[in-house]
């Protein structure tokens, strides 16, 4: 199965030649039973990181605030799209 995405690779060599990844990559929900109930989901992305799983990746919503916003949050197995906020 190729997972694909819409993504540009960068070597920063501000940050000591590490990699960066740009754009949206494909992932598979792991778990979604946040600790800390802000609708967090941890993943795979084979694309980026192989079997390793994610951290906690918060949703990205419209808009958000003190009592506003909206999110649903993924079962596991749902496949979903992660990004890395500034490529990390």
Known sequence: ?????????????RQGGLTR????????????EDPRGLGRI??????VLGDVETGWALPCSPYAGD????????D?????????EAGD
Do not use: C, S
């Open 1 to 13: 199965m190729t997972l694909g995405a819409a993504t540009r690779q960068l070597t920063d060599p």
């Open 21 to 32: 990844h740009y754009g949206k990559h494909r992932a598979i929900v792991t778990d979604n």
């Open 42 to 47: 941890r993943a795979r992305v084979p694309e």
């Open 67 to 74: 009592g506003a916003g909206l999110y649903a949050v993924p």
């Open 76 to 84: 596991p197995g749902a496949g979903v799209w992660i990004e890395f």
